[in-house]
């Protein structure tokens, strides 16, 4: 009895006692799934593309980052920075469809898996080698302050991020609806052959995805960064933004945000009213729990592609 | 010349189903064992036990639970690490409670502790399939990792967090503990890889095996034909988590003997043991084991090359230097020969069968 009440009277209980509260928890969730759905974009983007589940897109993040705080720390001026670790994201991006993505077309999606680890650890190594491995402090002058409306306690910062991952989103999905790259983007996703046969070039594709992946990990990486400082553990947050993925789907955009939100609220309000029941610490593997159950009723997410098994 | 089947006629199924069909093969595999059981222990000293073969020993047998699971039955998962600490901690609890209980026994009891943990997370697979079970199997590795870290019953509610083989012989010879010699825990170990190999050599020939890459290979036709997937697939999480748990038992008691949940983090085993798979070939035995040779001595060699030749590299850059060197190699591995290291050694066969006249 007294199991059953810490596991599901006392939470509710307390969520009715104090609703302020709640809403803070909530709306701080959102702000956290935002961050979520950053990383997790850009893993949807190559999937749709290429087939290609990238493991790396987390140390892309950190890679990013590295690099702009490092241009930064030479007194390189932020958008000149940023311009700067675009193009080299753009050359990675190149590099690694020319050595790495061409010669393994055809294999298994397991493989090219295992390959984006081996480019993972490629990406972590380098980044720390030519930028150093401490902890810095990337500050891109957005102010971060605290204010209160309604008694609900807000910070510019996040504010900011959540305004900038609004943009970035509603910039994609021109990107991908309006403009013919993104039309080509889209066949690409759809059909690798029947794409081949209207005349897209793939490889050029390619590169232009893993570009906008790597445009997507810097600007996850400035937000990231500018919250919590750069170092080796924001390469570990594309492990955050795996339950997402399976929540929401590997092939869908839309299914990439709204996971995302819905993992940073259930991350936040499990932590909150349900950690100290279950002694601390869960927010490792709740998501992941959360999305597995979730996952038996619906195999493919809650936007995938509908699967047809046919033999 | 020397390696060819010509002349070596069968007479009857037996011999023809036989593991080595070709007297040459038998032969070879002999002296393997040979050098194995008598040359090895001969020569190595400690460092070389402790730090390079008893850890290839528990990581191909890791290699071939992996290879059951995801090699031949084709179920991809990322949780090889969470099933070891299973093994580990069943055999660390069931030996502190039945000290007298012979440890061999023990390692068999946790094993199967291990399997049934395995099917549990591997229900999910009848409904999940591809990178969805992955990332649910991820689920397992940090829930799992979370439950040793958190519940202080299964290390015995000691203050640091930490379980501890405790000494345990087996026919008079002390096996595990800090004071077992490493030989005695080489042997072990080896004796439990031999055994292993065989028998998930003779599983996967056999009509377990056939339903595993039956499922494998399409798992909707596999089911019209007549294969029950639950059962396959369950049998596959099932002796895959056996054999995990043992390595993880093995891993606890005669190698590390002392380990925290750090030790089967994500990127300490699961990933590796993932590596070993893949680089060694999907659906092999041998390619498993030759995987764990591989992945187990590159960041040794890596580690001891530079100062060999006269390079010296500070601590935190050479880590690095490694990590860029490993993912480069796995890359070119993958793009060089993506079935792996077995397929190296057939076609290396397939070569001397016919030197010198290849025509």
């Known amino acids: 009895m007294e199991v059953f009440n810490t596991f599901f009277i006392a939470p509710f209980a307390d969520m009715i006692g104090s609703p302020i509260f709640l809403l803070e928890v909530v709306i701080g969730g959102i702000l956290a799934g935002i961050m979520y759905s950053l990383v997790a974009l850009g893993f949807v983007l190559i999937y749709k593309a290429s087939g290609v589940f990238n493991f790396a897109q987390g140390a892309m993040v950190l890679f990013a980052a590295l690099t702009l705080v490092g241009l930064m720390e030479h007194s390189v001026p932020l958008v000149l920075a940023i311009l700067v670790t675009l193009a080299v994201m753009i050359g990675c991006a190149y590099l690694i469809e020319r050595w790495l993505l061409r010669p393994l077309v055809n294999q298994a999606q397991i493989i090219l898996f295992m390959a984006t680890i081996g480019l993972n650890f490629v990406f972590e190594g380098g980044g720390q080698i030519v930028w150093g491995s401490n902890v810095k402090k990337l500050d891109v002058g957005i102010p971060e302050k605290s204010f209160e409306v309604g008694g609900v306690l807000l910070n510019t910062f996040d504010l900011t991020a959540a305004l900038v991952a609004a943009v970035l989103v509603g910039f994609l999905a021109i990107f991908f609806q309006k403009t013919s790259v993104g039309r080509a983007l889209r066949a690409v996703a759809d059909d690798h052959q029947a794409a081949l046969a209207v005349g897209i070039p793939l490889k050029t594709i390619w590169v232009i995805v893993w570009s906008v992946a790597g445009f997507v990990a810097l600007v996850a990486g400035i937000m990231w960064g500018g919250k919590a400082g750069v170092s080796f553990s924001l390469a570990l947050i594309a492990l955050k933004a795996l339950p997402v993925l399976i929540l929401g789907g590997f092939e869908s955009v839309p299914g990439a945000i709204i996971g995302g939100l819905l993992i940073g609220i259930f991350e936040k309000v499990s932590e909150v009213y349900w950690g100290p029941a279950f002694g601390g610490a869960i927010e490792g593997w709740f998501a992941y729990m959360a999305a597995l159950v979730f996952l038996m009723f619906r195999p493919q997410g809650l936007f995938g592609e509908k699967i047809i098994e046919r033999v | ?359």
């Open chain 2, 1 to 359: 010349m020397f390696y060819r089947e010509a002349g070596q006629f069968k007479s009857s199924y037996q011999a023809d189903q036989a593991i080595f069909p070709i007297v040459q093969d038998r032969w070879f595999m002999a002296l393997v064992i040979a050098v194995a059981f008598v040359f090895i222990p001969f020569f190595a000293d400690e460092y070389w036990h402790q730090a390079v073969i008893i850890p290839f020993l528990i990581m191909s047998l890791a290699a071939i639970g992996l290879n059951i699971l995801t090699g031949y039955a084709g179920l991809v998962s990322l949780g090889t690490g969470a099933f070891m600490a299973v093994g580990g901690y069943a055999t660390y609890k069931i030996s502190t409670a039945f000290p007298e209980l012979n440890i061999i026994i023990v390692f068999f009891l946790a094993g199967g502790i291990t399997a049934a943990v395995g099917m549990v997370f591997g229900a999910p697979s009848l409904r999940i399939k591809g990178f969805y079970l992955a990332v649910a199997t991820l689920a397992a590795q940090f829930f799992i990792l979370w439950c040793f870290n958190k519940v202080e019953w299964f290390f015995n509610y000691s203050p640091s967090g930490t379980i501890t083989a405790p000494p345990r012989e087996v026919f008079g010879i002390l096996i595990s503990g800090p004071e077992a010699e490493p030989l005695a825990r080489y042997y072990t170990c080896l004796i439990f890889l031999c055994v292993f190999a065989l028998a998930a050599k003779n599983m996967v020939r056999g009509h377990v095996g056939r339903s595993w890459m039956a499922i494998r290979d399409m798992d909707i036709a596999a089911e019209i034909i007549g294969i029950r997937p639950l059962q396959t697939k369950l049998s596959a999480f099932g002796i895959s988590s056996f054999y995990c748990g043992i390595a993880g038992a093995l891993y606890v008691f005669c190698w590390l003997g002392s380990v925290e949940t750090e030790a089967f983090d994500i990127l300490n085993v699961s990933f590796p043991v993932l590596f070993m798979v893949i680089i060694g070939g999907l659906g092999s035995i041998l390619g498993s084991i030759l995987g764990a040779a591989f992945v187990t001595l590159l960041p040794i060699f890596l580690t001891n090359a530079p100062p060999m030749v006269g390079l010296v590299i500070a601590a935190d850059l050479a880590k690095h230097v490694e990590e860029i060197i490993f993912g480069l190699l796995i890359m070119f591995f993958l793009i060089v020969e993506p079935h792996g290291l077995n397929r190296l050694w057939q076609i290396a066969k397939e070569k001397i069968r016919q030197w010198p006249f290849p025509y």
